[in-house]
């Protein structure tokens, strides 16, 4: 039975009346519809400004990264049911996981690092701050502030949940109400994810809102605080790229485009080493994961011209036991295109390709599928090909199969695999399988400039490798020229692509105010109470003790250096360290950091629950012998992470700013102290 998949505008679902029809990857049987129902888009904007906008500004980073969080833990839950429906796209079970538990691996990447990175409130201050001024009174800083706008996505159809995921995770995270567009072929899985989101009930009203179909009119209506994201064809990326509205309004544009991604075989690789394998085993996977639907999928195999004979026969050997067919039954390895317009497709490039080169190995034989009914499925031969000449044609750098197709290309000679690893003309990511070091040294900033990412494989790294064409949260996605210029994911660089960078200029004590988070040269509150004292609730940003002061001793120096084992000698050798920059001994840094909290600590059990690390630590000048040393210790930064411990009590994270001076008031040390702080029971 057929169904029509709708739309989520405006916190209902939209469309009754059935429009195209959408056919199952497998057996060609219609499986779902989209709906003839315009969609009015200038209601969907209004809908994300009015009740998305303020509904995402009430949370701050942290509660939007504990949404997050909540939402990954109900889709896994509930990921059976998004399984079932991926079977008609043609994946197997393992194409599912990458796109399934990979989506929510995102949303869980994303609320970690919200938690772990960004603070509470929804200003980021990008510091430190820097004096603009000889008398302290007037200084700058950075802050970065959510847009106030939109972020529209719109997405390939390989991916249909990641590609949504991946990009609403780090949108939410900014406060952009999101309007996701999936590309129509495989719409009905991006649907059934969205009504599991809207059935969890976890995302604030307005905070996504999903078209299926065309968006009609929907970029004429964005502004300058928007945000357009694109995954797709190089040839789309262009033509949105320059949309008149978006050129007028100075609207951010990102697009990550198909690219002719590479792999290169070093020359220092011979097909007794384990690398060989390594390299035919790492195309081949790229070949048929997903039936090579990826944007990252190794198109071009770069080898040594001398080797170009036994990669092709171990590859061959190896796609040779990939069985193709539909994904349910038990055996099959790779499942169809995603649909029967994408095997047209396929095969009209692949026959342009082979102008160019030579077919190693496939046949496109609809007998050699298994399952029933797979006839009139979207499936494709794993295609190989082999150009010998690559450095003397265009079209193999130019074409790209978007299908279970790849080129092996020779090579003489490192420099000219460098060079036709450049021809892609960008990137998202290219693949170096070499055992020396020194190649790698070589190659790889070559190929940076080209590439987007860059994957280095070996027999070491084999062992934990996430493989070629796996974007990871934590590492940039995206690539130069052909890539599309755009960058995604990254860690929390993603996050600030949605947000506003401005400098501020002001007081010390005004910056402060501004950004949460205490400057120095701002006033501080010496409090009556010692600031360690204090519970997370009662602690102000601002709140600091002065400490009494201390004298450096040479018994000080002596015990430390018997304690630590360090015996340097300019801090024990008094002939050395005269003839030494500083011209006489001095006490060890890590002297200076225990003495300073010796001054400021608060000894008896309280509310400062743990230290567990520090940063920025800077010993700014020497103390010698006879020197007095003093610290302040001022809260510099509040973040609740909404956490409790196993007794049920509730922390908070502070981040203190240790200066340690000397006699003269000159600064000596300087650092900030992380600490977990108790609250109220």
Not at 334 to 353: C, F, I, K, N, Y
Not at 441 to 466: F, I, Q
Not at 641 to 652: C, E, S
Request: charged share 20%; with cysteine.
């Amino acid at each position: 039975m057929t169904t029509t998949l709708q739309s989520y505008i405006a916190d209902r679902w939209l469309g009754s009346e059935p429009a195209a029809a959408l056919r199952s990857a497998v057996n060609g049987s219609t499986i779902a519809h989209t709906h003839v129902e315009g969609i009015d888009f200038a209601e969907a904007m209004e809908f994300a400004r009015r009740k998305g906008l303020p509904a995402l500004m009430a949370l701050d980073f942290q509660e939007r990264a504990q949404r997050l969080k909540a939402l990954a833990k109900y889709l896994m839950e509930h990921k059976e049911q998004l399984y079932a429906v991926s079977a008609h796209s043609g994946a197997t079970r393992a194409d599912s996981w990458i796109d399934i538990d990979g989506g929510a691996g995102t949303l869980f990447a994303y609320a970690s690092m919200g938690s772990n990175e960004l603070p509470s409130g929804n200003v980021v201050h990008e510091g430190p701050a820097m004096p603009l001024g000889k008398k302290g009174g007037f200084a700058g800083t950075h802050i970065l502030v959510p847009r106030g706008g939109v972020a529209v996505h719109i997405n390939a159809f390989n991916f249909p949940i990641w590609g949504l995921l991946e990009k609403f995770a780090p949108s939410f995270l900014a406060g952009m109400p999101c309007i996701g567009k999936p590309a129509t072929a495989t719409s009905y899985l991006t649907e059934a994810a969205m009504r599991l989101i809207v059935q969890s009930g976890i995302l604030p009203e307005g905070s996504l809102q999903l078209v299926i179909g065309g968006t009609g009119d929907l970029l004429e209506r964005l502004d300058g605080a928007d945000v357009v994201t694109f995954t797709g064809s190089a040839d789309t990326a262009a033509k949105l790229r320059v949309h008149p509205n978006l050129i007028r309004n100075s609207v951010p544009f990102n697009a990550e485009a198909d690219s002719l991604n590479c792999a290169i075989l070093a020359p220092d690789v011979t097909p007794d080493d384990e690398e060989f394998a390594l390299f035919v085993k790492e195309v081949a996977r790229e070949m048929t994961v997903k039936a090579g639907q990826k944007c990252t999928a190794i198109r071009r195999a770069i080898v040594p011209r001398q080797h170009l004979d036994a990669v092709c026969e171990q590859l061959a050997a190896r796609l040779a036991k990939t069985t193709v067919g539909d994904p349910a039954v038990e055996g099959v390895r790779m499942g169809p295109l995603a649909s029967h317009a994408q095997q047209a497709d396929v095969a009209e490039r692949v026959a342009l390709l082979r102008q160019d080169a030579e077919l190693v190995f496939g046949a496109q034989n609809s007998a050699d599928w298994t399952g029933e009914g797979t006839a009139n499925g979207a499936f494709y031969s794993p295609m190989l090909l082999a150009c010998k000449n690559p450095m003397d044609v265009e079209g193999v750098h130019n074409l790209e199969a978007f299908g279970p197709v790849s080129t092996l290309m020779a090579y003489d000679g490192l420099d000219e695999a460098l060079a036709l690893a450049a021809r892609g003309k960008g990137s998202l990511v290219a693949t170096l399988v070499t055992r020396d070091p020194h190649i790698a040294a070589k190659a790889v900033p070559a190929m940076a400039a080209w590439h987007g990412r860059l994957h280095v494989l070996d027999r070491e790294s084999a062992v934990e490798s996430t493989g070629h064409g796996s974007p990871l949260p934590m590492l940039k996605h995206g690539g130069p020229g052909r890539a599309g210029g755009g960058e995604e994911l990254g860690g929390i660089r993603a996050v600030k692509h949605y947000l506003q960078r401005t400098a501020v200029q002001g007081s010390p004590t005004m910056l402060a105010a501004i950004t949460g988070e205490h400057v120095r040269g701002a006033v501080v509150n010496n409090t009556a109470v010692h600031p360690f004292r204090s519970y997370f609730e009662d602690l102000a940003i601002g709140d600091s003790l002065l400490t009494h002061r201390r004298t450096v001793g040479e018994a000080d120096i002596v015990a430390f250096g018997g304690i630590s084992g360090d015996y340097f000698y300019m801090h024990f050798d008094e002939i050395a360290a005269k003839e030494s920059p500083f011209g006489k001994r001095i006490a060890h840094g890590y002297f200076v950091l225990s003495a300073a909290a010796g001054l400021f600590v608060s000894p008896a059990p309280g509310p400062v629950l743990a230290n567990y690390g520090l940063d920025t630590l800077r010993f700014v000048k020497p103390v010698g012998i006879g020197d007095t040393i003093q610290a302040r210790l001022t809260a510099k930064r509040k973040i609740d992470r909404q956490k409790k411990d196993a007794n049920g009590v509730g922390q908070g994270v502070v981040a203190w700013d240790v200066e340690v001076t000397n006699q003269l008031g000159e600064l000596v040390a300087s650092y900030d102290i992380l600490t977990l702080v108790a609250k109220r029971t």
